[in-house]
């Protein structure tokens, strides 16, 4: 009997006592959420993630389980495991119950985003992330707004020295606070994150798409004057409208209002260029939304 039960025995990731030292160097970074940038090292053999305080990393949040998931360093591998929590544990936009890690790999939980980071030196890896975070946005891996001002100067700047066309155009989503009120916020960053993607994958390299600020979103499109950056924006909300946004099986419709603006050679102001592009979007949420105007 004694030799059947030593056949039968399983080791699982959070019975590790008397298991050597982790060796593998790596940390979590939040890319999204409260406390942006900071880093948790995982060089502790276990580390737990949830709502209460007496997880090793506390996300203080409602959609986060008390216990919500936990991290073991196993030295040559470091696994993520989910603990039955209520609204589950993502990487890279996949729901798991256990995996091990990869260099580079988004993890969910809640609302919260972190990056996972591994390898020989994690203090060169996270100054990267940091310097990353300084223009890319952390749930939707499009541009941030301190990026999209930057670039707006420039491309005015240019615009202006060589005499071309310059466009702006802005839009949100309609009724998004009916998506969060009826779905959830997970859902509602699920459909930002969907909308960035689908969008990204119809723009020129040199279009410069911007998150401005909640679900409000700019996409600069240096030589293009306002005809087709009017065109270029109905096609946009036609793309949107027909697209299929889920979350968790459940489909929710979204259409954009977007708001289009050219730049005025003779006053080659960025703050005026966005003034007039978010006239044009409140004109548009008036007429009715889901709708271009400019």
């Known amino acids: 009997m004694d030799h059947i039960r030593a056949k039968t025995v399983v080791t699982s990731i959070n019975r590790i006592s008397g298991a050597p030292q982790p060796t593998k160097e790596a940390c979590l970074v939040v890319i999204y959420g409260h406390e942006?940038?900071?880093?948790?090292?995982?060089?502790?053999?276990?580390?737990?993630?949830?709502?209460?305080?007496?997880?090793?990393?506390?996300?203080?949040?409602?959609?986060?389980?008390r216990a919500h998931s936990k991290i073991v360093n196993m030295g040559r591998a470091v696994r993520i495991r989910d603990l039955g929590s209520t609204n589950g544990t993502y990487v890279?936009?996949?729901?798991?119950?256990?995996?091990?890690?990869?260099?580079?790999?988004?993890?969910?939980?809640?609302?919260?985003?972190?990056?996972?980071?591994?390898?020989?030196?994690i203090e060169r890896a996270?100054?990267?992330e940091i310097y990353r975070?300084?223009?890319?946005?952390?749930?939707?891996?499009?541009?941030?707004?301190?990026?999209?001002?930057?670039a707006l100067d420039?491309?005015?700047?240019?615009?202006?020295?060589?005499?071309?066309?310059?466009?702006?155009?802005?839009?949100?989503?309609?009724?998004?606070k009916d998506v969060n009120d009826t779905h959830g916020h997970l859902a509602g960053d699920a459909v930002l994150k969907t909308l960035a993607h689908t969008i990204k994958t119809r723009i020129r390299?040199?279009?410069?798409?911007?998150?401005?600020?909640?679900?409000?979103?700019?996409?600069?499109?240096?030589?293009?004057?306002?005809?087709?950056?009017?065109?270029?924006?109905?096609?946009?909300r036609r793309v949107v409208e027909t697209s299929e946004?889920?979350?968790?099986?459940?489909?929710?419709?979204?259409?954009?209002?977007?708001?289009?603006?050219?730049?005025?050679?003779?006053?080659?102001a960025a703050a005026a260029l966005v003034k007039r592009a978010d006239e044009r979007l409140y004109e548009a949420k008036t007429a009715g939304r889901n709708c271009v105007k400019g």
């Open 36 to 65: 942006l940038g900071r880093k948790h090292s995982l060089e502790s053999p276990s580390v737990t993630l949830g709502r209460s305080n007496k997880c090793d990393i506390q996300i203080d949040q409602e959609s986060v389980s």
């Open 154 to 176: 420039r491309e005015i700047a240019r615009a202006s020295r060589y005499r071309r066309e310059l466009s702006l155009v802005m839009f949100d989503l309609d009724h998004f």
């Open 245 to 268: 946004f889920r979350f968790e099986g459940t489909r929710i419709p979204v259409t954009i209002s977007m708001g289009v603006a050219t730049l005025d050679l003779e006053e080659p």
């Open 92 to 121: 890279n936009d996949e729901l798991v119950e256990e995996r091990t890690l990869v260099d580079g790999d988004f993890i969910k939980i809640g609302r919260t985003i972190f990056k996972f980071l591994s390898g020989g030196n």
């Open 205 to 236: 390299t040199e279009d410069i798409f911007a998150r401005y600020g909640g679900e409000e979103f700019a996409i600069i499109l240096p030589e293009i004057d306002g005809h087709n950056a009017h065109q270029f924006a109905e096609k946009i």
């Open 133 to 150: 975070l300084t223009t890319i946005d952390g749930l939707t891996q499009i541009f941030n707004k301190r990026y999209f001002a930057e």
């Open 126 to 128: 996270y100054h990267e």
